[in-house]
């Protein structure tokens, strides 16, 4: 296994090789047991300032990387564009040079625009970590989904993966094509035709409409949420309606030949993608992504900051 990662900047999983991703999982595991010890800090990165600049809502990302950034001892600035001189009309580059100005060594950046973080790492000598741009890639939501998976099914690798729900809207879907197909897994795409978009086919994902044949050939149901904050026009007739289709119940998964794993990245949609009863059921991983995401989070930044 590297000991280094290929990349200087975490942009997209696409610039990952299946070396890096084990190097990220593989370090991700050693941090999983330092934060579940009575001391959960290492002093790792200490005298490294990291910048999160978040131009879009976020509850998970925003607070893991966070705590991941303080459990190495490094020191923390938070940025929000709302209350922030971007509504007075400064630029994306205008805002993050003038953090740099204030000597930050790393910027973990959500934004709504996909390409955005790509553009930083073209522009700063900091590291730039994507913490989800727009509708593109959401870098490590995929590995920690992944970490999550090896923990509960040992291995990725020959793993069916079906990722369910809004697949044109989402950054998570295209992240975790890449992570997981590059692991080795067999991966599979199911919603509605017009929440798919039509190259994914040229991906090599498998395409399916009919959530019960998902459901029933997987071994891992990850399912996304519907983004109606970023669909203009309407992909289906009412929510009521997508639920019926596409919605999955404890039921569902209780009635399954075998047992699966369902996750989901949140934020849930209670009643509109997932019941609550399969939500909080043993079937479901969702609080352990989250647990993960602070170690994996904490390795990326270490491995990061050692280039
Ligand atoms: N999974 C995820 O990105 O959640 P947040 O939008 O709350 O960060």
Redo the contacts with the bound molecule.
């Keep these: 296994m590297a000991q280094s990662l290929s990349v200087r900047h975490l942009v997209g999983i696409k610039d990952l090789t299946e070396s890096d991703i084990n190097l990220i999982l593989e370090t991700a595991g050693q941090f999983k047991e330092v934060i579940n010890r009575p001391i959960k800090k290492v002093p790792s990165l200490r005298d490294v300032t990291i910048a999160n600049v978040f131009f879009e ?6 607070l893991s990387f966070e705590l991941a950034e303080k459990r190495l001892s490094a020191d923390v600035v938070n940025f929000s564009a709302s209350g922030s001189s971007v509504k007075k009309g400064e630029t994306l580059l205008d805002t993050v040079n003038n953090i740099l100005a204030m000597k930050v060594d790393m910027v973990v950046m959500r934004h709504s625009s996909p390409g955005a973080p790509h553009y930083l790492t073209k522009h700063i000598k900091a590291n730039v970590v994507n913490a ?1 741009d727009g509708t593109h890639e ?1 870098p490590t ?1 995929a590995l920690l989904d992944s970490f999550s998976i090896r923990e509960k099914l040992g291995d990725v690798a020959g793993k069916r993966i079906a990722i369910i729900g809004d697949i044109t809207h989402s950054r ?1 879907a295209l992240s975790n094509i890449f992570c997981l197909q590059k692991q080795g897994a067999d991966v599979m795409v199911c919603g509605p035709k017009t929440l798919i978009p039509k190259y994914i086919e040229s991906l090599g994902v498998r395409v399916g409409h009919d959530v019960r044949a998902a459901l029933a050939w997987c071994d891992v149901a990850n399912v996304l949420r519907i983004q109606l904050e970023r669909q203009q026009i309407k992909y289906f007739p009412s929510l009521r309606e997508y639920s019926l289709y596409y919605g999955i119940s404890r039921q569902m998964l209780d009635e399954l030949d075998r047992p699966i794993v369902l996750m989901h ?3 849930i949609n209670r009643g509109v993608e997932l019941t609550s009863d399969a939500a909080d059921s043993p079937h479901s991983i969702i609080l352990d992504q989250v647990e993960n995401g602070v170690a994996v989070r904490m390795a990326v930044l270490y491995l990061l900051a050692q280039l």
């Design positions: 809502n976020s509850t998970r990302t925003r989800g959401h939501q998570v990245p949140g934020p």
